[in-house]
């Protein structure tokens, strides 16, 4: 699948739900099926600032594409981090450069989350966009 | 009836201010304060309702849901009568202050004069000059930690904090320990969020130039034994510069009572405006201290050679000083008085004891601090089983409940407590039992979620 097509298999599955109640159940849920990270990557250099709650990040470059594992102290985090791994993990570096993610506002999450909460949720995007950036350059320089 | 009274006494104010100013300050402003305290000061039972219908955002509709406002430790909201004095000041008297020869400026400066004689009559101040106009307690505090330490911190003395300081009682008093080669001391707490006491005297003892602490913590609640701590410090002519933040909403401070050398609060925890807030001293602290920063007001007579300073209080207010702001902090002791502290503290007891019973029915809620209704004042600080506390408050939020998570600015708490924040929900005067039911239900509905 996708970048793209993910993001809308998430839409489509959030658009049953007519309450909030069932959309934070959903995304609880989403957090029990996160990639968990290593414990060994659990490390203060893998956590994400800018979050009330702690993230952990870990990036993996296999075969040419970036496959990430996470961890996170809160449930409803757990889930979010869940849904943007689910999206742009096993891509190639450079299409998740290019990615545009637009799930989050689609799934009328936006509104609902509080600004620390899509401060945080931001601060992972940027974080995942710097390791591709960074695996784009080094994968650059090899070809060269 | 009581509403009435209340708008009324503030409209009355502002009208009064308007016509003869000079009345306002000594007669109408204390008359009416006095008469606040002589006829209600005692045993009068508050009406919520009423007192709800003065604060218009209390209406206010969250996701469908009824505001429940619980983030008081962090701002109150504003009555009418604040709203009304500021906008009115605005509309009628708006002048630069203490400058002016013409008749606005004249105006301008007795309204804020007259809060000035409001705040200093709200706290037992024996004059009003000891009352500093700065932006708020972290202001306050940042002034005296800066003036006190540069006239009387040396390397090698010590200032002494406690360990559920907020973080602007803490990092002013570093920055300048830093400066001036000085340490930070600590007083330490328990388990039940008091502070431990038994090794104050040896503390005191060992180069301490300052003591400063918050009477209420406004990460726990816990009422801290302000004065019997002062007295200890006085045993050894140190000075005490008490956090009154979380107290001056909740219960009565009277600063010569308390023997306390500076006082900090912040008008809009307690009820008033933002940008503006207090620091009392002591005329014979203040008038030792350096100025804090320079400007217009601040001085006498200025030659490039030099320059002589102004009197208290002006000798602190460099600058425009914060007029709407002054005005409206006023109102808002004005507004606070007339319901009575002593009522107020009453009405909160009551909500906060039933405020815990209901909490404490829920499985896994587990109150951090001090558990008795009495020894705390307007927070309740919590965690329920193993839910982080940010997803609680955000399952609350989608209630249309409004608390704080995190560490409060108090970091170093949540380390003793080994514990990544907490839930914070925090009373004020216009909140109601059916309000903590609301709490209560939406926890159970995060836990259901959650759990
Ligand atoms: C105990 C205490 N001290 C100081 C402050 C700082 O107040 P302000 O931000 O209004 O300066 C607060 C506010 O949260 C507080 O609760």
Redesign the pocket.
């Given at each position: 699948m996708t970048i793209q097509e993910s993001q809308d298999e998430i839409i489509g599955d959030f658009e049953v739900f007519g309450d909030w109640m069932d959309k934070y159940e959903h995304i609880i849920q989403l957090g029990k099926e996160l990639p968990i990270i290593d414990s060994q990557y659990k490390t203060e250099d893998n956590l994400i600032k800018g979050c009330q709650s702690k993230v952990w990040l870990h990036a993996e470059y296999r075969d040419g594409k970036l496959y990430f594992t996470a961890d996170s102290d809160a449930a409803i985090t757990k889930g979010l981090v869940s849904m943007v791994i689910q999206v742009l993990s096993g891509h190639t570096p450079e299409q998740i450069t290019n990615s545009e993610i637009y799930f989050i506002d689609a799934i009328g999450l936006r509104n609902h989350l509080s600004s620390t909460r899509s401060n945080g949720l931001l601060s992972m995007l940027k974080q995942i966009k710097l390791y591709a950036l960074a695996y784009q350059a080094k994968s650059l320089q090899s070809k060269s | 009836m009581h509403d009435t009274a209340i708008i009324g006494e503030g409209r009355g104010a502002n009208g009064e201010g308007r016509s003869a100013g000079g009345d306002h300050r000594s007669g109408e402003g204390r008359s009416t304060s006095g008469e606040g305290r002589s006829a209600n000061g005692e045993g009068r039972r508050l009406d919520i309702e009423e007192i709800r219908r003065d604060f218009p955002i209390l209406g206010t509709t969250v996701y469908g849901y009824p505001l429940v406002y619980l983030d008081n430790?962090?701002t109150t909201q504003k009555p009418l009568a604040v709203l009304t004095a500021m906008d009115e000041y605005y509309k009628t008297i708006n002048a630069n202050v203490h400058r002016g020869v013409h008749y606005l400026s004249q105006r301008a400066t007795d309204a804020c004069e007259a809060s000035r004689v409001t705040v200093a009559d709200f706290i037992n101040a024996r004059h009003a000059y000891e009352v500093i106009f700065t932006r708020?307690?972290?202001?306050s505090i940042n002034l005296i930690a800066a003036c006190f330490g540069k006239k009387f911190l040396q390397e090698g003395d010590s200032i002494l904090v406690s360990g559920m300081e907020?973080h602007?009682?803490i990092v002013p008093w570093q920055m300048i320990c830093e400066e001036k080669k000085a340490t930070l001391k600590v007083i330490p707490i328990d388990e039940n969020g008091e502070l431990i006491l038994g090794g104050l005297d040896a503390m005191l003892k060992s180069g301490v130039k300052l003591v400063a602490f918050?009477y209420?913590?406004?990460a726990l609640g816990t009422i801290n034994p302000a004065k019997e701590i002062i007295a200890a410090a006085h045993r050894y002519g140190i000075p005490v510069l008490l956090?009154a933040?979380?107290a001056i909403q909740h219960m009565e401070v009277d600063v010569q009572d308390l023997d306390v050398d500076f006082l900090a609060f912040?008008s809009?925890?307690l009820y008033g405006p933002t940008g503006i807030?207090i620091l009392y001293g002591k005329e014979e602290w203040l008038n030792q201290l350096p100025p804090y920063q320079g400007g217009g007001e601040m001085i006498k007579t200025v030659t490039f050679e030099k320059t002589t300073y102004n009197d208290l209080p002006f000798k602190f207010e460099a600058g425009t000083p914060d007029m709407a702001g002054m005005i409206g902090l006023g109102a808002a002791v004005r507004y606070v008085q007339e319901l009575g502290l002593a009522n107020i503290q009453h009405a909160e007891n009551e909500l906060m004891t039933y405020a815990l019973d209901v909490l404490r029915e829920i499985k896994g809620f587990r109150l951090i601090g001090n558990g008795d209704a009495e020894h705390r004042a307007g927070v309740i600080s919590f965690l329920v089983g193993n839910i982080h506390p940010f997803d609680m408050g955000e399952i609350l939020d989608q209630q249309g409940i409004a608390v704080r998570t995190g560490h409060h600015?108090a970091q170093p708490i949540m380390d003793r407590y080994c514990i990544p924040g907490t839930v914070r929900a925090s009373l004020a005067v216009y909140n109601t039992p059916a309000e903590m039911d609301r709490l209560a239900a939406g926890i159970r509905k995060a836990v259901t979620l959650l759990g």
């Open positions: - | 430790a962090a708020g307690t972290t202001e907020h602007s009682n918050n209420v913590s406004n956090d933040a979380q912040s809009h925890k807030g600015c």
